[in-house]
């Protein structure tokens, strides 16, 4: 345990004030006797002994505690929004004295939270009075060169003449806190009006000299904080938010060397950028009296929390016409000015207040500021010429000069505005949209082209198979009229043959001969059937065992293994029917086998058709290129490489030959 609370409980409140956030929260006793500093109306107390202050939390609340009591309070501590307080269990009034003596205090004591929750005096310069509520006021009080916020548990109507008066306050240091317990800004609890002492009075408004606008802020000109001034002028500009804009009615000062080293020669009257506490019916030219007090809010003095004394018409002001280097050296801070070159409007936008425009003059990019809630009437793309308030965005320092950097517009109305010339009619956003039509074009002439050609292309394929289909045809046409008729005939006459008394020899022949003539037939009509059927689906498997039915009662057993395979179509399932008939022919005049096996199977992939036999093998690979006059493998490569198949001879010799066709699905046309 710490050895601040080994014996006991708490009894300094800087001991508690002193306390980390998370030993806070463990509820650690506390005995402390301290003065009361202040009474919030929400039930808080703060209190205050010889070491800090703290505060003190009640449930239920009381009501009875003053400022000045002499307490002991008995509780546990608790975290606070800040710093640590108490939440107390008994509470004892010991006796009743002056409230704890207060500590004199700067902002930036304030600021720190230095004597947060405690009591403290501070001196300045009342800036404005305001109601907070019902029964509570605002007081803002420059300290130098910061204002603070004075929060007072009294009515504004009873405060005694705090503007432009030194003050010296007693009050409570408070502030507002964030939910990290930081210290956002301070401010100051008071308890009446008691509480604030008037230690110089304040002048009356209507009897401060008129003051020149150019002697603002300048050194030995007045004290700090500065009191309010009266000035006289020309409205230039008014806006809703409570700024004016008023050209000073004072003889303008002598010429005086400018930023870039020249001296004009006509005198420059100065104008002031003045903020009003409310706003009010302004317009440009009135000729108007205002108090405020200076501060140096930009690059130029104005004039802060500042009231109109008095206002009538006057003549209209003229803007001064000023090049675009004038405009942005700064001189015309705050003034009423007129471009003497024309700009072009690249752009516009809304933001909070209103619309921003982008312009450029001479190849220089430009931003004026239109507070409205309508869009501005001109198109992008116009030549206007611009009338308004030269405000000074930023500002650079060379040596010990602090010279402008950037200046902006701030127009009254549209009326400032004045269009030279019509946007022409090929504006960016135009080009975009006709380069965007043009390539829309492009792009459906390419699609329209793509489509022809496709058409074209399926045209020609359509052309292609019907030229092949009428060729086909022809084909089998010729087959049936001429070869099949042969064959009939020379059938019937072989059959005449059969029923004339022959020998036993000569009746084998013309029975053998006729069964050979059959199987030419059956062939013929299978070929004249591929022939013209091309798009009737053909079961594979079928046709296949047609061979098994042709082979010779003599030769070499043929055993089939067909597995199911998707249905193909006519010239396909031709094709490998021949493929499997050639092959097996060949085994039957040159492999001397005892067996042939045919196998048909597919995968998801491939279908694979193989045809393997027991006989005395290939001696070479070359033999299945071709010889003179031999014509069946190559035959066999041709028709695999009509139907994009594979086909692979594996064979030794004395261990019989393997041919196998590899015919990808995706390559079947149904």
């Not at 300094?12 to 009474?39: G, W």
């Not at 110089?200 to 606008?213: F, H, R, W």
């Not at 009619?425 to 074009?441: D, E, M």
């Not at 029975?511 to 689906?537: K, M, P, Y």
Request: proline share 7%.
């Amino acid at each position: 345990m710490h050895p601040l609370f080994a014996e006991g409980a708490l009894t300094r409140a800087i001991d508690i004030r002193k306390l980390p956030y998370e030993r806070s929260l463990e509820k650690l006793p506390v005995d402390l006797t301290a003065t009361v500093a202040f009474v919030e109306n929400g039930g808080t107390v703060f209190v205050q002994d010889d070491t800090a202050g703290t505060h003190l939390h009640f449930k239920p609340t009381r009501a009875d505690l003053r400022v000045g009591d002499h307490v002991r309070i008995q509780g546990t501590t608790t975290s606070g929004l800040y710093f640590p307080g108490v939440d107390v269990s008994q509470l004892q009034v010991l006796g009743h004295a002056a409230p704890p003596t207060a500590v004199p205090a700067t902002y930036d004591d304030l600021a720190t939270g230095r004597f947060h929750y405690q009591r403290v005096i501070v001196e300045g310069l009342g800036r404005t009075l305001a109601p907070l509520d019902e029964n509570r006021s605002v007081l803002r009080m420059a300290i130098g060169s910061r204002v603070l916020e004075v929060r007072i548990d009294a009515p504004a109507e009873t405060a005694p003449d705090l503007i432009d008066a030194r003050l010296r306050i007693t009050a409570l240091a408070a502030g507002g806190i964030n939910d990290r317990r930081q210290l956002v800004f301070p401010y100051l609890r008071v308890t009446d009006w008691n509480d604030v002492e008037i230690t110089q009075v304040a002048p009356k408004a209507a009897s401060l000299p008129i003051t020149s606008v150019v002697t603002l802020l300048q050194f030995g000109a007045a004290d700090e904080p500065h009191h309010r001034v009266r000035i006289r002028g020309t409205v230039l500009a008014a806006f809703p938010d409570g700024r004016v804009f008023l050209r000073d009615s004072l003889p303008p000062p002598p010429p005086r060397e400018m930023q870039n080293g020249t001296v004009p020669t006509t005198p420059q009257t100065p104008s002031i950028a003045i903020h009003l506490l409310a706003s009010t019916e302004l317009e440009p030219g009135h000729a108007a009296e205002i108090t405020g007090f200076p501060t140096m809010a930009g690059f130029s003095a104005s004039l802060a929390d500042a009231l109109v004394l008095a206002a009538e018409p006057d003549v209209a002001p003229a803007a001064a016409v000023v090049s675009l280097k004038e405009f942005q050296q700064g001189s015309h801070d705050a003034d009423l000015v007129q471009l003497a070159s024309p700009a072009v409007l690249n752009d516009f936008f809304r933001t909070v207040d209103g619309f921003e425009l982008r312009l450029t003059s001479n190849g220089t990019p430009l931003r004026a500021f239109l507070l409205q809630p309508n869009a501005p009437a001109v198109e992008i793309g116009a030549a206007v010429e611009l009338t308004g308030i030269c405000l000074v965005e930023s500002s650079t320092d060379k040596g010990f000069r602090s010279q402008a950097e950037r200046a902006s517009l701030l127009l009254r109305s549209e009326a400032d505005i004045r269009v030279l010339s019509a946007a022409p009619f090929w504006t960016a956003g135009r080009l975009v949209i006709a380069i965007s039509i043009l390539a829309g074009v492009v792009l459906l002439a390419f699609v329209w082209i793509a489509a022809q050609r496709r058409q074209i292309s399926a045209l020609s394929s359509r052309i292609v198979q019907q030229a092949t289909l009428d060729e086909r045809q022809r084909i089998a046409r010729e087959f049936h009229d001429t070869l099949e008729q042969e064959l009939t005939g020379l059938s019937l006459r072989l059959d005449a043959a059969t029923t004339r008394p022959l020998e036993d020899k000569a009746r084998s022949l013309v029975e053998t001969s006729r069964s050979l003539v059959s199987r030419i037939q059956s062939e013929a009509r299978n070929l004249v059937a591929d022939l013209r059927d091309t798009a009737q689906l053909h079961d594979l498997p079928s046709a296949l065992r047609e061979i098994q039915n042709r082979m010779p009662p003599d030769g070499p057993a043929l055993k089939l293994d067909l597995q199911p395979v998707p249905p193909i179509s006519g010239p396909v399932s031709h094709h490998l029917r021949m493929i499997a008939q050639e092959a097996v022919t060949n085994v039957l005049k040159h492999a001397q086998a005892t067996e042939i096996t045919l196998q048909l199977s597919a995968s998801a992939e491939v279908l694979t058709l193989r045809i393997t036999d027991n006989g005395r093998g290939i001696a070479s690979s070359t033999e299945t290129t071709g010889k003179p006059g031999h014509f069946g493998c190559m035959g066999i490569r041709e028709r695999c490489r009509k139907i994009n198949a594979d086909i692979d001879w594996q064979s030794r010799p004395g261990q019989g030959t393997v041919v196998t066709i590899c015919l990808p699905l995706d390559s079947l046309t149904p």
